[in-house]
DNA sequence: GCAAAAGTGTTGTGTATACACCCATGG
DNA sequence: CCATGGGTGTATACACAACACTTTTGC
């Protein structure tokens, strides 16, 4: 079943001087008769979204059980357009945010392949069109999957935390208005910890990057609460921040 | 001279609702006669170093002009090991760090090729072997490159700026022992900008990944520096380090 | 003894955390 | 009137930036 053999690994930065070796050392030639031409390029997107105190992931139906959704490039597209393709035929959602991974080459039996990873995001408010219901599943009960989706996943689920914490990224997540509470559910989810009420409303005011609608929410027996939306700039002006900005 | 066109930018993390449009215009099919094979994979290496007062990309003679080490993986060998390779045949230069930093598809003329951008860094001690010279060339002054060479090192200079942040990136650029003063010189050179002394080493000092040798180096009529040297391990573990951890 | 780089501390300011109660509504 | 989530402020600890002088050596 997991039958793909995964070459490199997205969070090393390292030499690892003898990597060559070990896989030198595994079964040997099929595809590289030499001149065999070039690689298989294998687009793979992990969809993610929240719903209800979960994160979800898109899975198809694949080989033998499931799989991320997958397809090639063409050569009259970016890589980012061929991905978000391939999100919108394998899921029929269309994502809200799209960020190129890690590429990774996978010698699977006969076959050579370049797979690209991707990670998108969609709004928890997208009602998923019929014919895909199973779609999602929690990830963190995931059916077996292959080595390579599997490694893609876990490297997202690592990006994705860690952006939460110097980016806005979790706005893609959620729809165009919504309460801090539900703001805050999404980050408690993601990061599956609970976060204070007072500092993450200090926090994300501070910021700056949302303002309140006049429109409020009352979905229960309790106070309404102010819906927000985000102001639409920045966004990938968020992106890098460096420490110690010493000078002026 | 700059005559490939680059699709896709690593810095937007954004859909980019309309970059399919406005490539599809451009000079129609050549490879995509449909069955077109795949396209070729070609790995592009950017290798730093820093050497007084100056950081420096090594560069090859290419068709016209300059060009990063380039060359294509293996299917036995993982893409970190094949990008080795090429910086390794295309500067004589042991790495000392290597990553990997973005893929993007690019169209030139009738070709179609995807490209895998990496950024190493070799320590300023490592001398060039003397066929090489002319290799190296200061980053604020480089000759006319390709587009997607330009990208590369567009990228690479981000992400190793910002690395230097939160990471120990710059330790990869010194030789074994050295001084304070030359590891913050390293700091500024990349940075272009100057830190104070004091505050330099005080963080770096506490944050106890490095500690003194006994020897000491005298090289002017000053008073002598005490060596430094890295604790091995620290390295890849100092890697994300998400904000807000709030619990413990 | 002088030039030149190495080395060393303190203080203010901002940012993150911990923590508990009142408010508005529906039933 | 009560249960439910919405909303608010303060005190403390830590991290970062600004800043100037003494030490050791070679000549």
């Known amino acids: 079943m997991v039958d793909e053999r995964v070459m490199g690994d ?4 390292r030499p690892a001087p003898d990597a060559a070796a070990s896989v030198r050392d595994e079964s040997l ?8 031409p070039h690689p298989a390029v294998d687009i793979r997107a992990i969809l993610f ?6 994160l979800l992931v898109a899975l198809g139906e694949h080989d033998p059980g499931w799989g991320l959704p997958r397809g090639e490039p063409s050569p009259l597209d970016t890589l980012d357009v061929a991905a978000r393709r391939i999100v919108r035929e394998g899921t029929g959602l269309q994502e809200q945010y799209l960020e190129q991974l890690y590429t990774l080459s996978v010698r699977d039996a006969p076959d050579w392949t370049i797979i690209v990873g991707y990670m998108a995001l969609v ?15 929690d990830v963190t009960a ?9 490694m893609v996943i876990d490297y997202a689920l690592v990006r994705l935390r860690a952006k939460l914490g110097y980016t806005n990224i979790a706005f893609h997540l959620l729809p165009q208005t919504f309460t801090l509470s539900e703001l805050q559910g999404a980050y408690e989810t ?12 200090r926090r994300v005011i501070a910021s700056g990057i949302l303002f309140p609608t006049s429109e ?9 609460a102010v819906l927000y939306r985000f102001r639409a700039d920045d966004d990938h002006e968020t992106y890098l921040t ?6 002026a």
Do not use: M
């Open 216 to 224: 409020k929410r009352r979905d229960g027996s309790h106070r309404p």
């Open 29 to 36: 030639p099929d595809v590289l008769s030499t001149n065999a």
């Open 190 to 201: 993601i990061l599956s910890r609970r976060l204070d009420k007072r500092n993450f409303r």
């Open 242 to 247: 460096p420490p110690w900005a010493e000078g």
């Open 49 to 54: 979204t929240v719903a209800d105190g979960a």
């Open 142 to 150: 995931l059916p077996q999957l292959s080595h390579a989706d599997q």
């Open 10 to 13: 997205p969070r090393s930065g």
């Open 123 to 137: 709004c928890s408010g997208q009602a998923p069109p019929p014919p895909l219901a199973g779609l999602w599943h």
